[in-house]
């Protein structure tokens, strides 16, 4: 047994278990385990798990920064074979490591290793098992479940997300509390999950898989963790025309097409509203299941993707062209270094000889489409390389590229640019017929345009694929390759697929691959991780990307690739920024696992799309834009910035997207921060509306430390380098007035604190502010908490209002009528009432609470909203005094909305507590005043109409209608048609 490991017996007599107290905290680990009389501590400074020390489930969870915590029970894991579920194991030993604590337990046939880790700095947990056969036979594993979970007192929500696309690929769930919650999830792609409402899940998945004689099973990873609500909202409708217009933004050109049967539905799929703290929290998870992987060459590394750019004829100038610009690298247009033209798969590798390894002798002509003609080895046209043709039963113990390839990659070679290829994942061998994919009548499964493929299930079809690619690699030596096809056993481009059938799985129904028939979806899945993790070992500084062929399996397919095509195809500059910020904020992947393409010509365009480019990725690649690089002004733009993003590489890599996704505004950028420096990247499309004003908090919400007091300096680096902006001090807004179709690049630098504070926008210049972490449609996040009493009808029979969201939290009245509204009826407050009772509310800042008012009474001491009991110094009650609407600040009244009417007119009000301990008055959708104050209205019960704890003010006089108390800060836009919408 290893030195670094501490092993426990537990004797169990009697039932009682007798366990030691330990503590192990090493000076290189801030990870503790503590263990007591029924269970064990697995903490740091972020996240305590108290794991029951009789069964190794998961009994309560802490998140120390909220000092909040959720005690669950349920099962630590279950799993059956073919044969039934597996009881009667019982702990045997507890086993403990600087970050892990394994609860070995065992019956009569299987041993199972039981593992939880967490890192010093991690705010959440892993948790998988390994199963063995005592007797080392072979066994078969049907479905394990790895959490089955339900909670003493029920989260407010459990809501389910996947990565908003038609894939709908599962990654999380968010376990929702007012303050923040737990997220939990299984990192595969493929889930068997059981939903319990507000109280708990069951999530595992199905293997169906034998395990062979003296191996072991190792579970996939379930994950859970804790986070903070920040009271500002993310709204997605996924990288597709949606129920919110995308103004700015064209899918026109785009590859989005091709991921419909026919037309593509007005809504692809449904609309989605996160805290930015549930989607942060998820990010710096996948940051460690999708670890950074190396590249060619240290720094931002660029490479040149000759299909984008459309470079079929291999002339030597391209090469020149770039050794000029400093990019060294470049993917041949063609698949298998010119042996195949995508998506046609290669008769030069479905004909080869398998045993041994032999490739088939042409005739002269070989796969390349270009100008050159047939001397050069060279076919004209794409569809041709099917026309190819060997010598019968002559092969070559070598791969050989055609003539005119070799050249060109020689070439390559003797001036320092790496000439590399791709090629199709979903081969088919014709002399192993045994290794094809099946349809369930027995019919070898075809991908696009008729192409055979085998399995990927099979275990012999994978090794010999990987034995032609470590064969190719060591000929050719090159630093990129990429896979552009079908791999997993699913339709992803609907369009394309043959007969009535779309979108989905397309399985395998042979009998000898060692899966059930119609169901490899595990082996194949773990044969190509299996697959690409040998490439990525054996080759560590390639880049492998993935174009179609892996889209179903969503982030947990990217673990060992550097990047892939992001969704589908794009037509340009914003395009890649938009499906760019739906990476980061739907599947929550980091920025070194995004791709995006310089495609602009014109120098002008040519830099947009370069800034672009380096806004939202950690190496570039050049599609188009390559034609750009004739002129030497883009050449030493390139030259200058790449340089800028090398020296800058880490603060590129810790994007924070400040505004809705490209296209629904006309700002959208990012924040690039590490501790109390760093970048803000801005863009502006082309557009004829109105001049833009961007604001920005200088907070911890663009990942600067907490930092009361501290200034910061920000400066514009592109296009006016050097000039000085401003100068704003933490918890500050930067506000920036935004050029039309632009790219800004600015600096943000600490100052001494004896700096004074400095503004250089026109105030005067009224201006669209678009606020940074405001998002569209963030209106349609719902919480249970939430409230809306329409009054259009009165119950009767129990004299309340029914809360519109839901059953519960009905609005009890004290004599009000119905009269006429704003919408339909409104409620009636007439002198001698004794307001509405709307019970605990159970919020607390961020809030908004708006409703429609009109009074004939001029009032000195109206109470709108009050806590009816509790302390004096609770604050956030609202009165009428004359024209003024006023705040309760546990001290003294203030103003909030000036200019009320009591000539019995229609007025909106809206009053927003913000998080950052600030409430704004807005009346009829304008910002009236801000000051100090918060929303302190949970464990209490509310009036609204009634005196303040029951005994100070006077019951408001007059009419109300449409009351919303929403749990989050809407914005100004919000506002604005909460008021239009619906008047």
Request: net charge neutral.
């Amino acid at each position: 047994m290893s030195k670094d490991f501490h092993n426990y017996r537990i004797n169990i007599l009697c039932n009682v278990m007798i366990i030691s107290f330990l503590m192990i905290a090493t000076a290189r680990s801030s990870t503790r385990i503590s263990q007591k009389q029924d269970y064990i501590l697995l903490e740091n400074s972020l996240i305590t798990l108290r794991l029951d020390s009789r069964d190794g489930s998961i009994g309560q969870i802490t998140d120390k920064k909220l000092e909040s915590s959720y005690l669950f029970k349920g099962k630590s894991l279950v799993f059956s074979t073919d044969k039934g579920e597996v009881k009667g194991l019982e702990i045997e030993s507890i086993q403990t490591s600087s970050h892990a604590v394994i609860f070995h337990l065992r019956n009569r046939q299987f041993e199972v290793a039981l593992h939880y880790t967490l890192g010093d700095d991690d705010h959440f947990a892993e948790k998988f098992f390994v199963i063995s056969e005592r007797n080392q036979q072979s066994f078969y594993i049907k479905d394990l479940v790895l959490e089955n979970m339900t909670q003493a007192e029920p989260f407010e929500e459990i809501h389910f997300h996947d990565d908003n696309s038609i894939w709908q690929c599962p990654i999380n769930l968010f376990l929702r509390t007012d303050k923040g919650g737990c997220f939990a999830g299984l990192a595969y792609p493929y889930w068997n999950l059981e939903e319990r409402g507000k109280t708990g899940f069951s999530l595992g998945f199905s293997a169906n898989f034998k395990v062979a004689a003296g191996a072991s099973f190792h579970s996939e990873k379930y994950f859970i963790g804790v986070y903070r609500n920040e009271g500002i909202y993310r709204y997605s409708q996924g990288p597709y025309p949606g129920a919110k217009p995308n103004p700015y933004m064209s899918f026109s050109g785009a590859g989005v097409a091709q991921h419909f049967k026919g037309q593509m539905p007005a809504q692809a799929v449904k609309s989605e509203v996160l805290d930015w703290g549930e989607v942060w929290a998820m990010q710096k998870y996948m940051r460690h299941a999708l670890p950074d992987l190396p590249l060619p060459e240290k720094g931002y590394w660029v490479w040149q993707n000759g299909w984008w750019a459309k470079l079929w004829d291999i002339k030597t100038e391209i090469l020149d062209q770039l050794k000029l610009s400093g990019i060294h690298d470049i993917m041949t247009a063609h698949t298998w270094f010119g042996r195949g033209n995508h998506p046609i798969n290669p008769p030069y590798l479905n004909q080869m000889r398998t045993q041994p390894l032999g490739f088939p002798k042409d005739k002269g002509l070989a796969g390349m489409p270009g100008p050159a003609g047939p001397s050069a080895g060279l076919h004209s046209k794409h569809e041709e390389v099917s026309l190819d043709q060997f010598i019968a039963d002559q092969f070559s113990d070598e791969f050989v590229a055609p003539p005119a390839m070799e050249d060109f990659y020689n070439y390559g070679k003797k001036i320092g640019v790496h000439v590399s290829s791709f090629s199709l994942p979903g081969l088919y061998f014709e002399d192993r017929p045994e290794w094809a994919s099946r349809q369930q009548g027995g019919k070898v499964t075809e991908y696009l345009f008729g192409a055979q493929v085998d399995c990927p299930a099979c275990d012999e079809y994978m090794a010999h694929h990987l034995k032609v690619l470590h064969h190719v690699f060591k000929k050719y030596k090159p630093r990129w390759w990429g896979f552009d096809g079908r791999w997993l056993s699913y339709w992803e481009v609907p369009k394309y697929r043959p007969g009535s059938a779309g979108l989905g799985f397309d399985t395998c129904y042979a009998t000898n691959h060692g899966h059930p028939p119609g169901d490899n979806l595990y082996k194949e899945w773990k044969n190509i991780e299996r697959f690409l993790r040998e490439i990525r070992s054996t080759y560590p500084s390639m880049c492998l990307e993935m174009y179609y062929g892996m889209k179903r399996g969503g982030p947990w397919a990217m673990r060992y690739f550097n990047a892939d095509e992001n969704y589908y195809e794009t037509n340009g500059v914003m395009m890649n920024r938009f499906q760019a910020w739906h990476n980061g904020n739907d599947r929550f992947r980091p920025v070194y696992k995004n791709m995006a393409a310089v495609v602009g010509k014109s120098p002008k365009d040519f830099k947009k799309s370069l800034l672009s480019t380096i806004s939202v990725t950690s190496y570039a690649k050049f599609g188009e834009g390559f034609h750009a690089l004739a002129l030497e002004e883009n050449r030493q733009f390139l030259k200058e910035w790449r340089a800028w993003a090398t020296e800058n590489h880490a603060y590129l890599k810790v994007k924070r997207d400040l505004f809705d996704c490209p296209g629904f505004q006309a700002i959208d950028g990012s924040a690039h921060m590490i501790k109390d420096r760093g970048y803000f990247f801005l863009f502006s499309p082309k557009h004829k509306g109105d001049d833009v004003r961007a604001s920005i908090p200088i907070n911890r919400w663009i990942q600067l430390d907490e930092a009361p007091g501290q200034l910061y300096q920000i400066k514009e680096l592109y296009p006016n380098k050097g000039k000085v902006l401003a100068t704003v001090a933490y918890g500050e807004k930067f506000l920036y007035d935004m050029p039309k179709d632009a790219a800004v690049v600015l600096s943000l630098q600490p100052v001494s604190k004896k700096t004074q504070s400095t503004i250089q926008v026109d105030l005067q210049d009224k201006r669209q502010v678009i606020e940074a972490f405001s998002s569209e449609g963030a209106e349609q996040r719902v919480f249970a908490s939430d409230r809306f009493y329409n009054f259009d009808k009165i119950d009767e029979k129990t004299s309340t209002v029914a809360n519109q969201l839901s059953s519960e939290h009905p609005a009890r009245l004290s004599g009000q009528t119905l009269t006429y509204g704003v919408n339909d009826k409104a409620l009636q407050f007439k002198l001698g009432d004794q307001g509405v009772l709307l019970g605990d509310l159970g919020m607390e800042s961020p809030v908004t609470v708006s409703f429609w008012i009109k009074s004939d009474t001029l009032q000195n001491d109206g109470r709108i909203l009050s806590q009816l009991e509790g302390p004096s110094h609770q604050k956030g009650a609202l009165r009428i005094v004359g024209e003024q609407l006023q705040l309760w600040n546990a001290k003294a009244w203030s103003m909030v909305v000036s200019g009320l009417s009591h000539k019995s007119v229609w007025q909106h009000i809206a009053i927003v507590y913000h998080k950052d301990g600030t409430v704004s008055g807005y009346l009829n959708g304008r910002n009236s005043h801000t000051l100090n104050g918060s929303f302190d209205f949970k464990g209490v019960k509310a009036g609204l109409g009634t005196p303040f704890l029951g005994q100070w003010g006077k019951p408001f006089v007059g009419i109300l209608d449409d009351l919303r108390i929403t749990q989050g800060a809407l914005n100004q836009e919000c506002i604005y048609k909460l008021i239009y919408n619906n008047k």
